[in-house]
Protein backbone atom coordinates (compact mmCIF):
# COMPACT_ATOMS: atom_id res chain seq x y z
CA UNK A 1 0.00 0.00 0.00
CA UNK A 2 1.38 3.48 -1.22
CA UNK A 3 0.51 6.09 1.35
CA UNK A 4 0.62 9.66 1.74
CA UNK A 5 3.71 9.92 3.28
CA UNK A 6 5.68 8.11 0.95
CA UNK A 7 5.34 10.75 -1.44
CA UNK A 8 7.59 12.69 0.62
CA UNK A 9 10.15 9.92 0.83
CA UNK A 10 10.17 9.52 -2.69
CA UNK A 11 10.76 13.30 -3.25
CA UNK A 12 13.21 12.78 -0.70
CA UNK A 13 15.33 10.28 -2.56
CA UNK A 14 14.81 7.80 0.52
CA UNK A 15 12.39 5.93 -2.07
CA UNK A 16 12.52 5.50 -5.50
CA UNK A 17 10.04 3.23 -7.21
CA UNK A 18 6.30 2.46 -5.93
CA UNK A 19 5.85 -0.90 -5.34
CA UNK A 20 3.07 -2.44 -7.86
CA UNK A 21 0.69 -5.50 -6.79
CA UNK A 22 1.54 -8.30 -9.28
CA UNK A 23 -0.82 -10.78 -11.61
CA UNK A 24 -1.41 -14.36 -11.18
CA UNK A 25 -0.14 -15.13 -14.15
CA UNK A 26 2.94 -14.19 -12.79
CA UNK A 27 3.56 -17.05 -10.86
CA UNK A 28 3.96 -21.01 -11.45
CA UNK A 29 1.79 -22.54 -8.76
CA UNK A 30 -1.08 -21.71 -6.70
CA UNK A 31 -2.52 -23.82 -3.88
CA UNK A 32 -5.83 -22.28 -1.47
CA UNK A 33 -5.16 -21.18 2.64
CA UNK A 34 -8.80 -20.97 4.41
CA UNK A 35 -8.07 -17.63 6.62
CA UNK A 36 -8.95 -18.08 9.96
CA UNK A 37 -10.81 -16.30 13.20
CA UNK A 38 -7.59 -15.41 15.10
CA UNK A 39 -5.99 -14.35 11.85
CA UNK A 40 -7.85 -10.90 11.57
CA UNK A 41 -6.29 -8.02 13.46
CA UNK A 42 -8.70 -5.29 15.77
CA UNK A 43 -9.29 -3.45 12.54
CA UNK A 44 -11.32 -6.26 11.22
CA UNK A 45 -8.50 -7.63 8.38
CA UNK A 46 -5.53 -10.40 8.52
CA UNK A 47 -2.50 -8.96 10.71
CA UNK A 48 0.70 -7.78 8.51
CA UNK A 49 2.63 -11.08 10.06
CA UNK A 50 -0.30 -13.25 9.47
CA UNK A 51 0.72 -12.60 5.64
CA UNK A 52 4.90 -14.30 6.52
CA UNK A 53 2.87 -17.03 7.82
CA UNK A 54 0.77 -17.72 4.75
CA UNK A 55 4.35 -17.36 2.65
CA UNK A 56 5.83 -19.84 4.99
CA UNK A 57 2.50 -22.13 4.39
CA UNK A 58 2.59 -21.89 0.87
CA UNK A 59 5.88 -22.65 -0.21
CA UNK A 60 6.88 -25.64 2.60
CA UNK A 61 3.14 -26.89 1.60
CA UNK A 62 4.23 -27.28 -2.12
CA UNK A 63 8.14 -28.86 -1.40
CA UNK A 64 5.98 -31.03 0.79
CA UNK A 65 3.38 -32.47 -1.55
CA UNK A 66 6.19 -32.53 -4.39
CA UNK A 67 7.34 -34.74 -1.84
CA UNK A 68 11.53 -33.36 -1.46
CA UNK A 69 10.86 -32.11 2.00
CA UNK A 70 10.23 -34.11 5.27
CA UNK A 71 10.00 -31.89 8.22
CA UNK A 72 10.13 -34.45 10.87
CA UNK A 73 13.04 -36.28 10.09
CA UNK A 74 14.54 -35.12 6.46
CA UNK A 75 18.44 -34.84 6.84
CA UNK A 76 17.77 -30.92 4.66
CA UNK A 77 15.61 -28.05 6.22
CA UNK A 78 15.38 -24.43 4.97
CA UNK A 79 16.48 -21.60 7.51
CA UNK A 80 14.54 -18.20 6.58
CA UNK A 81 17.67 -15.34 6.03
CA UNK A 82 15.75 -12.75 4.48
CA UNK A 83 11.86 -11.56 4.37
CA UNK A 84 9.86 -8.88 2.99
CA UNK A 85 6.43 -7.73 2.17
CA UNK A 86 4.26 -5.31 -0.09
CA UNK A 87 0.78 -4.70 0.91
CA UNK A 88 -1.63 -3.91 -1.76
CA UNK A 89 -5.55 -4.43 -0.47
CA UNK A 90 -6.69 -6.21 2.40
CA UNK A 91 -7.66 -9.65 3.30
CA UNK A 92 -9.82 -10.52 5.75
CA UNK A 93 -11.48 -13.68 7.62
CA UNK A 94 -13.75 -15.70 6.55
CA UNK A 95 -12.14 -15.42 2.77
CA UNK A 96 -9.88 -18.22 1.08
CA UNK A 97 -6.27 -16.71 0.52
CA UNK A 98 -4.89 -18.17 -2.76
CA UNK A 99 -0.89 -17.87 -2.54
CA UNK A 100 0.76 -17.84 -5.90
CA UNK A 101 4.37 -18.96 -5.85
CA UNK A 102 7.59 -18.97 -7.71
CA UNK A 103 11.15 -19.15 -7.61
CA UNK A 104 13.47 -16.30 -8.96
CA UNK A 105 16.53 -17.79 -8.15
CA UNK A 106 18.04 -21.45 -7.27
CA UNK A 107 21.55 -21.00 -5.70
CA UNK A 108 23.82 -23.87 -4.15
CA UNK A 109 22.37 -24.05 -0.66
CA UNK A 110 19.38 -20.97 -1.17
CA UNK A 111 16.68 -20.39 -2.27
CA UNK A 112 14.38 -17.06 -3.23
CA UNK A 113 10.81 -17.75 -3.60
CA UNK A 114 8.45 -14.94 -4.55
CA UNK A 115 4.46 -14.99 -3.02
CA UNK A 116 1.87 -13.52 -3.62
CA UNK A 117 -1.23 -13.59 -1.87
CA UNK A 118 -4.81 -12.90 -3.93
CA UNK A 119 -8.20 -12.64 -2.51
CA UNK A 120 -10.31 -15.72 -4.24
CA UNK A 121 -11.08 -14.58 -7.59
CA UNK A 122 -9.20 -11.47 -7.71
CA UNK A 123 -6.49 -10.81 -10.55
CA UNK A 124 -3.92 -8.28 -8.60
CA UNK A 125 -2.45 -9.55 -5.78
CA UNK A 126 -3.52 -7.78 -2.46
CA UNK A 127 0.35 -8.84 -1.23
CA UNK A 128 3.28 -9.69 -2.85
CA UNK A 129 6.61 -10.40 -1.16
CA UNK A 130 9.90 -12.63 -1.14
CA UNK A 131 11.43 -14.90 1.32
CA UNK A 132 15.09 -16.76 1.08
CA UNK A 133 15.75 -19.75 2.51
CA UNK A 134 19.07 -21.57 3.36
CA UNK A 135 19.28 -25.18 2.88
CA UNK A 136 21.40 -26.66 6.06
CA UNK A 137 21.83 -30.55 7.36
CA UNK A 138 19.61 -30.78 10.08
CA UNK A 139 21.96 -31.84 12.89
CA UNK A 140 24.77 -29.41 12.13
CA UNK A 141 23.05 -26.60 10.86
CA UNK A 142 25.72 -25.78 8.19
CA UNK A 143 24.91 -24.80 4.47
CA UNK A 144 24.63 -27.97 2.66
CA UNK A 145 23.97 -28.50 -1.40
CA UNK A 146 20.27 -29.07 -2.39
CA UNK A 147 19.54 -32.45 -3.22
CA UNK A 148 19.05 -32.76 -6.91
CA UNK A 149 14.88 -33.76 -6.22
CA UNK A 150 14.60 -30.71 -4.53
CA UNK A 151 15.92 -28.82 -7.67
CA UNK A 152 14.00 -30.46 -10.00
CA UNK A 153 11.02 -29.90 -7.65
CA UNK A 154 12.20 -26.24 -7.44
CA UNK A 155 12.66 -25.41 -11.25
CA UNK A 156 8.64 -26.56 -11.87
CA UNK A 157 8.35 -22.70 -10.12
CA UNK A 158 10.52 -21.03 -11.59
CA UNK A 159 8.38 -18.68 -14.41
CA UNK A 160 10.54 -16.94 -17.70
CA UNK A 161 11.18 -13.63 -17.42
CA UNK A 162 9.96 -11.34 -20.39
Known sequence: MFLAHDQDLVNNGLMSNKPTPSLRSDYAHLSTITTRWMDNDIYGHVNNVTYYSYFDTAVNRYLIDAGVLDIHGGEVIGLVIETHCN???PLAFPRDVEAAIRVA????SSVRYE???FEAGQEHAAACGHFVHVYVDRQTRRP???????VRALQQLQVPTA
Open 115 to 117: IGL
Open 144 to 150: TALPEAF
Open 105 to 108: HIGR
Open 87 to 89: YFA
